[in-house]
């Protein structure tokens, strides 16, 4: 927790602040994903019975493509069986192809859907949290990185005079101002640490 480069505080009730946050935005974006799932599932069995019925349809077009051909040998009324039965292989194919196309625009329907149900609560509460997040970690990064040399640590002082409380600045010294001014040692490090705090370390790298 104490480089830089891992976004979580050293503060103790920051830190836990952060983790609950997370547990909350990973409980919640399961959620959703368990949702989505669901209405992606119950809308693939639509897709399903497509598929079915385009295997059947299908099975049964060949079946009476192969008696149609068969009835073509027989003398005299062999066209005239046939042709119903082709008649009926070309319907049973038309029924195949709507059982195709009905998989096909059911299982493109069902990622859409879980889609539509799923991102919109999760980024919701994923986007501010990953904003926050994000800023979170660029100001310690940032601080962190000042507080390791002498000017940055005389800056982190500066800003601490500049923002925070004025009961926090003369708890470090009577005169906060008029010893950052005489590069007082202790209290450029007391507000230099108190600007890191604000930051979200707990103490001085």
Same mark, same amino acid.
């Given at each position: ?32 994903? $368990? ?94 949290? $990953? ?59 007391? $507000?230099?640490? $108190? ?11």
């Amino acid at each position: 927790m104490t480089s830089r480069f891992i976004p979580y505080a050293t503060t103790p009730s920051r830190l836990m602040g952060q983790l609950i946050s997370d547990f909350c935005v990973l409980v919640w974006t399961t959620i959703w994903v $368990l949702v989505g799932a669901a209405v992606h599932s119950a809308v693939s069995t639509i897709a399903e019975v497509g598929r079915q019925v385009e295997v059947g349809a299908t099975g049964v077009s060949e079946n009476l493509d192969t008696a149609g051909s068969r009835t073509d040998d027989f003398p005299l009324v062999g066209d005239a069986l046939a042709r119903p039965l082709r008649a009926a292989s070309d319907a049973a194919l038309d029924i195949a192809g709507a059982g195709h196309n009905l998989d096909t625009t059911a299982s493109w329907l069902a990622w859409v859907l879980a889609l539509a149900v799923a991102a919109p609560p999760i980024l919701f509460v994923a986007m501010p949290w $990953l904003y926050l997040r994000v800023k979170f970690a660029r100001r310690k990064w940032t601080a962190i990185t000042l507080a390791r040399t002498p000017a940055g640590e005389q800056l982190l002082a500066l800003r601490a005079l500049a923002n925070r409380p004025l009961a926090k600045l003369v708890a470090i010294n009577a005169d906060p101002v008029g010893a950052w001014r005489a590069y007082d040692a202790d209290t450029v490090r007391g $507000l230099a640490a $108190l600007e890191l705090y604000s930051a979200g370390v707990a103490r001085r790298l």
